[in-house]
């Protein structure tokens, strides 16, 4: 069974944020960075974001540019990627917008959690992955629903696990020109257990400019 390839996708600050305190979400991004990553959506089969953010920020987590959809189509594929979340609780709004639009929907859970998951159960397709979240059996699942490429939004546990777990192939960061300054604002990644430790040294691809924005790719596995 093949794994998806899976990508990190983060916009941060100068100083490793990704949001701020209010509860507006921050604008680190530009014009063309949010473009660049359409483009990356609509490459994707999948993408995945946390129930955090999904409570914090309300994505729709779309392909926005009509030419993409367009290609997808043509190309035999659904005019947006799957939309998946993860939640350890299982506490789900079913008023969220990313129930609402586009793309099919799964939510992976624990044993625990699905109960309290059945009340999106009409909207998305349940997986309970046991006691625990385990990242891996997700990646088995989604291979073997024929996704090959995992596009992962966040948050920043989120983040954190798939890196802890040693199971992200890139990461796409953004750096934004900014400083927020807020020791309690959330970050890109929260302390862990990192293969390798702070000895292990990423693959650095590429760095581009878009705007003001650069973006780096890291590749962890090399």
Not at 111 to 116: F, L, R, T, W, Y
Not at 155 to 166: E, M, N, P
Not at 191 to 204: I, V
Request: hydrophobic share 45%.
């Amino acid at each position: 069974m093949t794994r998806p390839h899976v990508l990190l996708s983060v916009a941060v600050s100068v100083d490793g944020h990704i949001d701020d305190r209010d509860v507006a979400r921050f604008p680190l991004s530009n014009a063309e960075d949010f473009d660049h990553v359409d483009r990356l959506r609509a490459e994707s089969d999948a993408i995945l974001v946390g129930a955090a953010t999904l409570r914090r920020d309300n994505p729709r987590l779309l392909v926005n540019n009509p030419r993409r959809r367009a290609e997808r189509v043509a190309g035999g594929r659904p005019e947006h990627p799957l939309k998946v979340t993860v939640t350890r609780t299982g506490a789900l709004d079913p008023e969220r917008a990313f129930w609402h639009c586009g793309g099919g929907k799964l939510v992976y859970t624990t044993d625990d959690g699905a109960v309290a998951a059945r009340a999106v159960a009409h909207l998305a397709d349940l997986v309970p992955l046991g006691a625990t979240l385990d990242l891996g059996a997700l990646l088995d699942d989604l291979g073997a629903r024929g996704v090959r490429r995992l596009m992962v939004e966040g948050g920043g546990q989120v983040h954190t696990a798939f890196l802890a777990a040693g199971l992200a192939d890139e990461i796409r960061m953004a750096v934004a020109p900014m400083l927020i300054g807020q020791a309690d604002a959330p970050r890109f990644l929260n302390p862990a257990a990192f293969p390798g430790g702070p000895a292990h040294r990423f693959h650095l691809e590429d760095v581009s400019r878009l705007g003001d924005v650069a973006v780096l790719r890291y590749f962890p596995k090399r």
